[in-house]
């Protein structure tokens, strides 16, 4: 608690605030400032690589096309997040309460994981058709193993002396699991979410690739056969603020409900 | 300085009586033997040091008495039942070394927990806060565990064992962890909370200064299997005072203690 006094002052406020934003933004302008005059003094040509001026203008130019084909990919990663880590939250809690399911269904679930999923998502669009279906279920695959390993980890991370606590209060298995086992594996999951924000996204892409008549992975393809780089990169921008926004909100999910743990650590 | 009377040990309505208990655990080599016909009483009311070197078996007594572990041989009765019947009416509270405390409940929200759990926590928040009173832990009910220092974080555990009014605490270790100055001051404060709430006490330690200076009676367990080597009654007035560490009669104590201890200790 003496930390977070002495950050009050104005002074530390003020190195807080450069350290939390001021750093971060100094190392992108670097890299998008090097980017743009890289283009401008060797002369690189637009169809090979635009500089960030221009994709900031495609970004403004062609948003009506891309705001048109955002909407699909945002629901088919979201979807697919969601579906994808409810199968593996509920799967976690199965398996930590009966263990010959979880020798059972492991090995399945490390299967499915080892497939590729670009080998796996033409697979997919053949059984589930063009529309949102395997997108979805592809975004799903992607986002479930991290989750199930890292639920399990965290239903199983219960300090004995915790389990002992509960067994001399005669707490029913319903209160071990509500009162102790989930509320402990909250760090873990969202670790593992936070993980998955980023592969929704990718796989909902990589299913529009193989095919889809719009969506953000639809643009990637259109774009790069009609060598229209500038939309290629910003499609590219928005997909990768699609990720970000995705992942800032279940940062703030994680602020909203881990509540207990110190936002520095202690010294 | 008289070793407590062994008649004495069997008392018609004890708090705690064990007789003859034996306790094997099986290990994946060799069964292991860690408690040999271990008989000891702790009165109503009585405080009851249970000392040992490390590995003694000490904390599984405790855990045989609260029904965490069950004993291959012998009897256990906790206020004349057994110690499964003596669990669920919540006769006992239950201290374990580290404080345990649920670190995403807040202080007030931990000592709740065993209300909670046996389903009366709507009544029960006045009398967490008066416990949290008695343990100086009044301005701090909405602190997290981790905004709290090693100390208060036992007394919070202490307050969650007193808040379903247990007749009878069972402390394992409760101040092992700290360190020496917080822990001469928290064995203070137990025996302010042990006189305000007439509890019985049942205390592990491996400290004898911490034995001789909280109890009635230190019983002394040997190693490997553990069994009862000394069961000495501590007649020295109370309250007790730190000052009363540096007067002979003190120094009596721990020494003979010691001496037991010592030849229980083998050097490895």
Redesign the interface.
């Given at each position: 608690?003496a930390i977070a006094a002495a950050r009050q002052t104005p002074r530390g406020r003020v190195a807080a605030l450069i350290r939390q934003f001021g750093l971060p933004a100094l190392g992108i302008l670097t890299i998008l400032g090097y980017w743009e005059l890289h283009i401008r003094l060797f002369s690189v040509p637009n169809y090979l690589m635009p500089p960030p001026s221009l994709i900031a203008v495609t970004l403004v130019e062609e948003w009506p096309t891309l705001e048109r084909n955002v909407g699909t990919t945002v629901i088919e990663a979201v979807g697919g997040f969601l579906l994808g880590n409810a199968v593996a939250i509920l799967l976690a809690v199965l398996f930590v309460h009966n263990r010959p399911m979880e020798r059972t269904l492991f090995p399945v679930a490390v299967a499915v994981r080892t497939v590729p999923i670009i080998a796996i998502a033409p697979i997919l669009v053949l059984l589930l058709g063009n529309g949102y279906a395997p997108k979805v279920v592809i975004a799903a695959l992607i986002s479930f193993f991290p989750t199930l390993v890292n639920m399990v980890r965290g239903l199983q991370a219960v300090?004995t002396?915790?389990l002992?606590?509960?067994?001399?209060?005669?707490?029913t298995k319903a209160?071990v699991f509500f009162?102790?086992r989930l509320?402990?594996s909250?760090p873990f999951l969202f670790a593992a979410l936070k993980i998955a924000t980023a592969s929704s996204v990718i796989g909902a892409i990589v299913a529009e690739w193989i095919g889809a008549d719009t969506g953000l992975g639809y643009l990637i393809v259109i774009s790069t056969f009609e060598f229209r780089t500038g939309l290629l990169y910003a499609t590219t921008a928005v997909a990768s603020f699609l990720a970000l926004a995705l992942f800032l909100s279940v940062v703030a999910l994680e602020r909203l409900i881990?509540?207990?743990?110190?936002d520095t650590p202690?010294q | 300085m008289s070793p407590a009377d062994p008649s004495a040990s069997r008392i018609d309505l004890a708090a705690i009586q064990l007789e003859e208990v034996g306790m094997t655990f099986p290990t994946s080599s060799v069964p292991l033997r860690v408690l040999e016909a271990v008989s000891l009483a702790v009165r109503p009311g009585e405080f009851v040091s249970l000392l040992g070197p490390s590995g003694c078996g000490k904390s599984t007594v405790l855990?045989l008495v609260?029904?965490?572990l069950v004993p291959t041989d012998g009897r256990i009765t906790v206020n004349g039942e057994s110690p499964e019947t003596a669990?669920?009416r919540?006769a006992?509270?239950?201290v374990?070394?580290?404080a345990?405390l649920?670190?995403?409940?807040s202080t007030l929200e931990n000592v709740l927990?065993?209300l909670?759990?046996?389903g009366d926590a709507s009544r029960g928040r006045e009398r967490a806060r008066r416990l949290l009173d008695l343990v100086g832990l009044a301005k701090f009910e909405s602190a997290?565990?981790?905004?709290l220092s090693g100390g208060m974080r036992q007394r919070v555990a202490i307050a969650r064992a007193l808040v379903t009014e247990p007749r009878i605490l069972l402390m394992d270790e409760p101040f092992g962890a700290l360190d020496e100055i917080t822990r001469e001051y928290m064995n203070l404060e137990l025996l302010r909370i042990w006189q305000a709430t007439a509890t019985t006490i049942f205390f592990v330690t491996h400290s004898s200064p911490e034995a001789v200076f909280l109890s009635d009676r230190v019983v002394v367990l040997g190693t490997r299997p553990g069994r009862v080597k000394l069961d000495l009654a501590v007649d020295l007035p109370r309250p007790r005072d730190p000052a009363l560490k540096e007067t002979v009669e003190f120094a009596r104590y721990t020494a003979a203690l010691r001496r037991t201890l010592v030849g229980e200790t083998r050097l490895e």
């Amino acid at each position: 608690m003496a930390i977070a006094a002495a950050r009050q002052t104005p002074r530390g406020r003020v190195a807080a605030l450069i350290r939390q934003f001021g750093l971060p933004a100094l190392g992108i302008l670097t890299i998008l400032g090097y980017w743009e005059l890289h283009i401008r003094l060797f002369s690189v040509p637009n169809y090979l690589m635009p500089p960030p001026s221009l994709i900031a203008v495609t970004l403004v130019e062609e948003w009506p096309t891309l705001e048109r084909n955002v909407g699909t990919t945002v629901i088919e990663a979201v979807g697919g997040f969601l579906l994808g880590n409810a199968v593996a939250i509920l799967l976690a809690v199965l398996f930590v309460h009966n263990r010959p399911m979880e020798r059972t269904l492991f090995p399945v679930a490390v299967a499915v994981r080892t497939v590729p999923i670009i080998a796996i998502a033409p697979i997919l669009v053949l059984l589930l058709g063009n529309g949102y279906a395997p997108k979805v279920v592809i975004a799903a695959l992607i986002s479930f193993f991290p989750t199930l390993v890292n639920m399990v980890r965290g239903l199983q991370a219960v300090e004995t002396s915790a389990l002992e606590l509960m067994r001399v209060l005669s707490a029913t298995k319903a209160q071990v699991f509500f009162k102790l086992r989930l509320p402990s594996s909250l760090p873990f999951l969202f670790a593992a979410l936070k993980i998955a924000t980023a592969s929704s996204v990718i796989g909902a892409i990589v299913a529009e690739w193989i095919g889809a008549d719009t969506g953000l992975g639809y643009l990637i393809v259109i774009s790069t056969f009609e060598f229209r780089t500038g939309l290629l990169y910003a499609t590219t921008a928005v997909a990768s603020f699609l990720a970000l926004a995705l992942f800032l909100s279940v940062v703030a999910l994680e602020r909203l409900i881990v509540r207990w743990q110190p936002d520095t650590p202690r010294q | 300085m008289s070793p407590a009377d062994p008649s004495a040990s069997r008392i018609d309505l004890a708090a705690i009586q064990l007789e003859e208990v034996g306790m094997t655990f099986p290990t994946s080599s060799v069964p292991l033997r860690v408690l040999e016909a271990v008989s000891l009483a702790v009165r109503p009311g009585e405080f009851v040091s249970l000392l040992g070197p490390s590995g003694c078996g000490k904390s599984t007594v405790l855990r045989l008495v609260a029904d965490i572990l069950v004993p291959t041989d012998g009897r256990i009765t906790v206020n004349g039942e057994s110690p499964e019947t003596a669990r669920r009416r919540r006769a006992f509270g239950f201290v374990f070394q580290d404080a345990t405390l649920l670190a995403w409940r807040s202080t007030l929200e931990n000592v709740l927990l065993p209300l909670e759990i046996s389903g009366d926590a709507s009544r029960g928040r006045e009398r967490a806060r008066r416990l949290l009173d008695l343990v100086g832990l009044a301005k701090f009910e909405s602190a997290y565990p981790w905004q709290l220092s090693g100390g208060m974080r036992q007394r919070v555990a202490i307050a969650r064992a007193l808040v379903t009014e247990p007749r009878i605490l069972l402390m394992d270790e409760p101040f092992g962890a700290l360190d020496e100055i917080t822990r001469e001051y928290m064995n203070l404060e137990l025996l302010r909370i042990w006189q305000a709430t007439a509890t019985t006490i049942f205390f592990v330690t491996h400290s004898s200064p911490e034995a001789v200076f909280l109890s009635d009676r230190v019983v002394v367990l040997g190693t490997r299997p553990g069994r009862v080597k000394l069961d000495l009654a501590v007649d020295l007035p109370r309250p007790r005072d730190p000052a009363l560490k540096e007067t002979v009669e003190f120094a009596r104590y721990t020494a003979a203690l010691r001496r037991t201890l010592v030849g229980e200790t083998r050097l490895e």
